[in-house]
């Protein structure tokens, strides 16, 4: 796995969770019983909840020491370091092609008043090659505006 690999079927694992997520993002219906897993076949917490259409993850790459993979909220062109730079660890997938797949950054919410709501959608994407990722932390089921 990782960037010394050239052997597509090593991002196996990880692109067929991201394919159901996206798959229950673009259907956002509820059918299964409550499984606290990344492929869980519906989104929410039961199959009652049918608000939600976002089941939020964080990237973990091989040379990323325990540290989530990180990019800016915004599409200027900016790194996550700099000086008055927003970034976020947590991503919405959007498309998946092979080991490729497509994901929008997720921001805190800033309107604090709204619980249920912990993340708003931005305008910043960015693809990735999944061999590179290791690990997959998904976070628990939403709704985010503007998707």
Do not use: H
């Not at 909840?49 to 800016?72: D, E, K």
């Not at 919405?92 to 092609?97: A, F, H, P, Q, S």
């Amino acid at each position: 796995m990782c960037n010394n690999n050239t052997d597509n079927n090593s991002c196996r694992c990880i692109a067929e969770i991201l394919n159901v997520i996206n798959v229950l993002q673009q259907n956002a219906g509820c059918s299964d019983a409550c499984l606290e897993t990344c492929d869980r076949g519906f989104l929410g917490c039961s199959t009652t909840a049918l608000n939600c259409n976002t089941r939020p993850v964080m990237l973990y790459t091989c040379c990323g020491n325990g540290t989530p993979w990180s990019m800016p909220t915004t599409r200027e062109n900016v790194v996550c370091g700099d000086e008055g730079v927003v970034c976020s660890s947590v991503f919405r997938v959007e498309k998946i092609d092979g080991c490729c797949a497509t994901f929008r950054v997720l921001a805190d919410n800033p309107d604090t008043t709204e619980t249920n709501i912990p993340y708003v959608a931005t305008n910043s994407f960015f693809t990735m090659n999944l061999n590179c990722v290791c690990t997959l932390r998904c976070l628990p089921d939403t709704y985010v505006e503007c998707i």
